[in-house]
T-cell receptor, first 114, second 109 residues
Framework: SQTIHQWPATLVQPVGSPLSLECTVEGTSNPNLYWYRQAAGRGLQLLFY??????ISSEVPQNLSASRPQDRQFILSSKKLLLSDSGFYLC?????????????FGAGSRLTVL | GQNIDQPTEMTATEGAIVQINCTYQTSGFNGLFWYQQHAGEAPTFLSYNVLDGLEEKGRFSSFLSRSKGYSYLLLKELQMKDSASYLCAASDSNYQLIWGAGTKLIIKP
């Protein structure tokens, strides 16, 4: 069966510090991978998605970046965090060969920028 | 533009039935998803409709009308554990998901 791991679960970072959130998927190959952010009381905002190694599409211009160094690894980074980067970050995957994209989410990373 | 509308909050009584509505406007359409999200947790998949009609899964059912751009999630025999947010999402012509802000469902004893 497929599993998705995301870490760290929570972190508190000062403004201007770097960020690295990591996500890995097991039990499947060539998945579509996604990073979402969810602000309190708001819908999911797609930040990045990837259909393959080194292929990253950015949906929202911001100070975040994503990388996919391996087929089942997706990393969200920032060089300098802003207060507005606080939120609940969710990694997700869907089968790469399916158009009807049922997403399976990781447990999430709650980021507080102070 | 693309948009999803669903009520912000609903309250229902344990054992009762509740219907959560969702209307959507997308560029193309490739299906409508419902997810459940408990507070502080990740969303989990509940249902997917791509054709008009009702899909039933135990206590949960989901309905779709493509001509009206409308869907609803029906929860029967409500239990306290059903207290959660319910997210509606439509898949557009590029298979990208457009998400609603979610409906917070409060179940009272």
């Amino acid at each position: 069966s497929q599993t998705i791991h995301q870490w760290p679960a929570t972190l508190v970072q000062p403004v201007g510090s770097p960020l690295s959130l990591e996500c890995t998927v097991e039990g499947t190959s060539n998945p579509n991978l996604y990073w979402y952010r969810q602000a309190a009381g708001r819908g999911l905002q797609l930040l990045f998605y990837s259909v393959g190694i080194g292929q990253i599409s950015s949906e929202v211009p911001q100070n975040l970046s994503a990388s996919r160094p391996q087929d089942r690894q997706f990393i969200l980074s920032s060089k300098k965090l802003l207060l507005s980067d606080s939120g609940f970050y969710l990694c997700a995957w869907s089968p790469g060969d399916s158009g009807a994209n049922v997403l399976t989410f990781g447990a999430g990373s709650r980021l507080t920028v102070l | 533009g693309q948009n999803i509308d669903q009520p912000t909050e609903m309250t229902a009584t344990e054992g009762a039935i509740v219907q959560i509505n969702c209307t959507y406007q997308t560029s193309g359409f490739n299906g409508l998803f419902w997810y459940q999200q408990h507070a502080g947790e990740a969303p989990t998949f509940l249902s997917y409709n791509v054709l008009d009609g009702l899909e039933e899964k135990g206590r949960f059912s989901s309905f779709l009308s493509r001509s009206k751009g409308y869907s609803y999630l029906l929860l029967k025999e409500l239990q306290m554990k059903d207290s959660a947010s319910y997210l509606c999402a439509a898949s557009d012509s590029n298979y990208q998901l457009i998400w609603g802000a979610g409906t917070k469902l409060i179940i009272k004893p």
